[in-house]
Nanobody, 120 residues
Framework: QVQLVESGGGLVQAGGSLRLSCAAS????????MGWHRQAPGKQRELVAG???????KYVESVKGRFTISRDNAKNTVYLQMNSLKPEDTAVYYC??????????????WGQGTQVTVSS
């Protein structure tokens, strides 16, 4: 019901920056949380950052101070600005959407993923 399309992935040198974008369409009235997850080779998928329609955000500890999530509600688009990239940030990044209440956020719609590769 909610379609998510990511863009902005690519190859970048360590210390560089990338900005990921995710545009939502379809039953957007059913979501109030959007975020980014990533999955590195041989690793489990993890939440990187999430944001509510009201602007509340959260991050995994490893990206705090380097990544910034933002949202343009008028465009139904979420962004992930990634600075000071490290090789360990290399992963497939997935946009996700769902609903959150208090500390419980549930993602049930997923994008196709975009590859981010950071070279040393």
């Amino acid at each position: 019901q909610v379609q998510l399309v990511e863009s902005g992935g690519g190859l970048v040198q360590a210390g560089g920056s990338l900005r990921l974008s995710c545009a939502a369409s379809g039953s957007i009235f059913s979501i109030n949380v959007m975020g980014w997850h990533r999955q590195a080779p041989g690793k489990q998928r993890e939440l990187v950052a999430g944001i509510t329609s009201g602007g509340s955000s959260k991050y995994v500890e490893s990206v705090k101070g380097r990544f910034t999530i933002s949202r343009d509600n008028a465009k139904n688009t979420v962004y992930l600005q990634m600075n000071s990239l490290k090789p360990e940030d290399t992963a497939v990044y997935y946009c996700a959407a769902g609903r959150g209440y208090g500390s419980t956020w549930t993602y049930n719609s997923w994008g196709q993923g975009t590859q981010v590769t950071v070279s040393s």
